[in-house]
């Protein structure tokens, strides 16, 4: 009788063991796609934040650089970067840019096939201020 109760006692441990694996292996991946995702949408409002601050630069001294320098200026996050290739302000003074963020992930950026996942370009525009 007491090794059937050590028995089904190992058999529960050992399945308590599997089911707090999973549950971890599903934590890690849930939390890198949320990590994404979060990255994702604060990204693109980063964007159109930068592109309104090019936007009223470009209003103020019609340079180019200066307001390239004023869009990377008005992105808070040091993992944020305007691309140059990407920064144009239209004959109307809308200003149109690309915004490239590199998301720190648990997992996901550091395996070569999903590090491209954790890389997120988002496109920010802003109409020419009015007067």
Do not use: C
Request: no cysteine; net charge negative.
């Amino acid at each position: 009788m007491n090794s059937i109760r050590r028995d089904s006692g190992s058999i529960v441990l050992g399945w308590l063991t599997k089911l707090m694996v999973v549950m971890l292996l599903v934590g890690v991946v849930l939390f890198d796609v949320v990590a994404v995702g979060v990255s994702r949408m604060s990204a693109a409002d980063d964007a159109n934040t930068a592109a309104q601050a090019a936007a009223e630069e470009w209003q103020h001294s019609h340079d180019v650089q200066l307001a390239y320098n004023a869009a990377v200026e008005a992105i808070p996050n040091p993992a944020e970067h305007v691309l140059v290739r990407g920064f144009a302000i239209s004959s109307d003074g809308s200003a149109h840019l690309l915004l490239r963020r590199e998301t720190t992930t648990l997992v996901a950026y550091r395996i070569g096939a999903l590090k491209k996942y954790t890389t997120v370009t988002a496109h920010g525009e802003a109409p020419a201020p009015t007067q």
